[in-house]
């Protein structure tokens, strides 16, 4: 979306990203904090939910005119749900399991993530190809593009943004349509993170952490 709906170049992108890092790393600890003051549940409730509305953003500001006012606060407060999650949500799976499982907590912790990773690049895929097929025929409808137009878009469409059409217009339409289909798995991943905050609100029992017992 940045390089080829944007004009970003490879390095921009890449330094555009960053405050997520940054915030990622910086809040982490501070998550870890929170979760000793008010409980497991509660930040395992919290943290999802700010990155729910970090996502809801990026997409709310998807056409933003600069990077400032379009990437930069969803990529911010993403990254400040996400710090405030990420260990409290290790700590939490690590200390459900017996101490002999610990190694195997640690490995379904992991393998959920990886195929969490995989599902969430097939489906959200899907969702935007649907998303910008939908928008850019809308399009096309809406300006009474001719038999000529549409074919020429049609050999483009499956390239999406790194389509190469002559018409400006027809081009812009193919960038709007896919800008249109970020923003919706922008909003898809909002609402799959405040679906995580519910489920952690309604799963997760105790403010802390499960205490071992005294060895006696």
């Not at 959200?124 to 549409?150: E, M, P, V």
């Not at 905050?197 to 997760?204: E, P, V, Y």
């Amino acid at each position: 979306d940045m390089i080829q709906a944007h004009g970003y170049s490879a390095t921009e992108a890449a330094i555009a990203t960053l405050p997520l890092l940054a915030c990622l790393v910086a809040f982490a600890r501070l998550g870890t904090s929170l979760m000793g003051r008010i409980g497991r549940r509660a930040i395992l409730c919290i943290g999802p939910a700010i990155a729910g509305l970090g996502c809801a953003l990026l997409g709310l500001f998807e056409g933003g005119a600069t990077y400032w006012t379009s990437f930069f606060p969803g990529l911010v407060v993403v990254g400040f749900g996400m710090g405030l999650t990420v260990a409290p949500l290790t700590a939490t799976v690590m200390s459900s399991a017996d101490p002999r499982y610990i190694g195997s907590a640690s490995g379904i912790n992991s393998a959920v993530s990886r195929m969490a990773g995989l599902l969430a690049i097939a489906g959200l895929g899907a969702l935007l190809w649907y998303s910008f097929n939908a928008k850019l025929d809308a399009t096309l409808d809406a300006t009474h593009a001719t038999s000529a137009q549409r074919a020429a878009v049609a050999i483009e469409r499956p390239k999406m943004t790194a389509a190469t059409i002559a018409d400006p217009k027809l081009h812009a339409a193919i960038l709007s349509a896919y800008r249109g289909g970020f923003a919706d798995i922008a909003y898809a991943c909002g609402v799959l993170a405040l679906l995580g905050a519910s489920i952690g609100g309604l799963t997760i029992e105790g403010r802390g952490l499960r205490r071992r017992p005294e060895p006696h």
